[in-house]
């Protein structure tokens, strides 16, 4: 009997209309283009103006992309894996909502949260579902509303982040196709380096912690990005290394969205040519767990079945990791 991999079958996408531009931030606080683009490689982001909206929106807009392309019944969904750092409520699991919205009916949902990570802890979480025969039909969904966490007099944060959504439809696969390998990472020594101060059990929100605006990400950016340079390229080194793939082996690199100089760093441990690697974030900003989905369903007409892709991801806590994984179909 051959080995039952997870492999992706679908994706889906959605980013909202409003486009911030970099030339917009330059009016609303000290920066201005040269600067931002030079430093982040960041264009532009997306926006979700409105306020009565969260990140159920984003995802459930992406779920229902997945579902209307690939032409599958929600009803036989398994498990909905929510990949958040900014869900709509504190306690009631956005997952959930997003699960019984898209008409997943069948399934059971919660929020995984590991920052920018999450999305690539998703991946790991849905192929040992998959492959233990449990589940068939594991639908990870990466979504977030930055803008909902965003300081917009900070200019070390305001013009990194975005909002998006992607989805990805994950399945048993016995051809040697899907998830291959992962080395995930972790490290608690990190947190005080990129957090949201307030609004947890040490400290819950009061009007002081509003008025000091500890509700909003705030970042030691020499710090996070010296340890995201380092730990991105090192996974994803060693995971090539691990399984005797050469850069001629590597079809793909699809890194999280953070930084520009931290993706060329990352690609050139790899010795990869630029144009293996996948890359959107001049467009989108950081829209942290939705930035390795949205590359998937950007670049999927390219992505040919049998290729081998590296994803690689850095974020808050510190949580970082690699992921070797062969496309499953021809879009």
């Known amino acids: 009997m051959k080995k039952r991999t997870a492999a992706i079958t679908a994706v889906g996408a959605y980013v909202p209309e409003f486009v911030l531009t970099n030339k917009i931030l330059e009016t609303m606080v000290d920066t201005n283009d040269e600067w931002i683009t030079s430093r982040t490689g960041i264009k532009e982001r997306r926006i979700l103006k409105d306020p009565d909206k969260g990140t ?19 009803a036989e969904i398994d498990l909905v894996i929510m990949a958040t750092a ?72 305001c013009i990194i982040f975005g909002d998006g959504a992607g989805a990805a439809l994950f399945e048993p696969n016995e051809e040697g196709l899907g998830l291959q390998d992962e080395i995930l990472k972790s490290d608690g020594q990190g947190r005080e380096f990129l957090k949201i ?14 008025a000091d605006k500890q509700h909003f990400v705030h970042q030691d950016g020499k710090t996070v990005f010296k340890f995201a340079v380092s730990n991105m390229a090192d996974v994803s080194a060693k995971i090539m290394e691990r399984n005797n793939l050469t850069n001629e082996d590597v079809d793909w690199l699809v890194p999280h969205q953070a930084n520009r100089r931290i993706i060329d760093a ?32 950007d670049f999927e007409k390219q992505l040919k079945k049998g290729d081998n892709l590296i994803f690689a991801s850095f974020g808050g806590g510190f949580t970082w990791g690699s992921v070797y994984l062969k496309w499953a179909y021809n879009s």
């Open 86 to 157: 900014t869900p709509d409520l504190p306690v009631a699991a956005t997952g959930v909502y997003v699960a019984t919205q898209i008409g997943a009916v069948n399934a059971f949902a919660y929020d995984l949260q590991a920052a920018c990570s999450s999305f690539l802890y998703g991946m790991s979480t849905a192929a040992a579902y998959i492959e233990s025969g449990r589940y068939k039909k594991v639908l990870v969904i990466g979504a977030d509303k930055m803008s909902s966490i965003i300081d917009y007099t900070d200019r070390t944060t």
């Open 197 to 210: 101060s307030a609004g947890g059990s040490i400290l819950p929100a009061t009007a002081q912690t509003v």
């Open 266 to 297: 990352t690609s050139n441990r790899m010795g990869l040519e630029e144009s293996k690697v996948l890359m959107n974030i001049q467009r989108y900003g950081n829209t942290t767990s939705a930035t390795l989905p949205l590359l998937l369903s």
């Open 56 to 74: 159920s929106f984003l995802a459930i807009k992406a779920a229902e992309d997945l579902i209307e392309k690939a032409n599958i019944d929600p």
